[in-house]
């Protein structure tokens, strides 16, 4: 048995889940979140928790997917009653962000700004013009959208310039010495 699949998650007060056949849809006071079971899972809820269930013990497929399940409905029931949250900070001269409407635009010292879009269902804060915080109810779309903008200048080794997460350890490297 999975060890992570086997366990119970808490809704907490505020949060509605509906199981519809292979439906689940999870409501708060952050959103609303809809996921389709595979074949061979189940979930039941019994008084204020959800279960995850698999049909077969044997199968090696259903054991992998009964824990990754199990995993993204706490992540669910998670965010519509927290959130989540990413903050990232630009660090280099002359490097800035600014919210424009629904698009994000960067000023990372190429040629021409970057103006990324932001999805629907997740807001994102500019503020002091080098930290940015993406906040949101689904756990994927914040991180994917977080790792995107990093993914525009990631912080290099020499000087630490770039966009990095809050918190993120760079390792730094010795420039060029000079030689006798």
């Not at 204020?48 to 199968?59: F, G, M, P, Q």
């Not at 199990?70 to 800035?96: A, P, Q």
Request: aromatic fraction near 4%; include cysteine; proline fraction near 4%.
């Amino acid at each position: 048995m999975s060890r992570v699949g086997k366990k119970a998650i808490t809704i907490p007060a505020g949060v509605t889940v509906t199981i519809d056949g292979a439906k689940v849809t999870v409501k708060g006071s952050k959103g609303e979140l809809c996921w389709t079971l595979p074949e061979g899972i189940s979930a039941a809820v019994e008084g204020s928790s959800l279960n995850v269930c698999r049909a077969s013990e044997n199968d090696r497929r259903l054991r992998a997917l009964h824990g990754t399940n199990r995993s993204l409905l706490s992540n669910m029931v998670e965010g519509v009653s927290k959130g989540f949250v990413k903050e990232l900070e630009i660090v280099g001269v002359g490097f800035k962000a600014a919210v424009k409407g629904k698009a994000l635009d960067l000023s990372l010292g190429k040629s021409h700004p970057i103006l990324h879009p932001i999805p629907a269902g997740i807001t994102v804060t500019v503020t002091d013009n080098t930290k940015v915080k993406v906040e949101g109810a689904d756990k994927q779309v914040v991180g994917q959208f977080a790792a995107e903008v990093r993914g525009y200048y990631p912080p290099e080794p020499y000087k630490g310039k770039g966009v990095h997460y809050v918190g993120e350890h760079i390792r730094r490297k010795e420039g060029k010495s000079v030689g006798k």
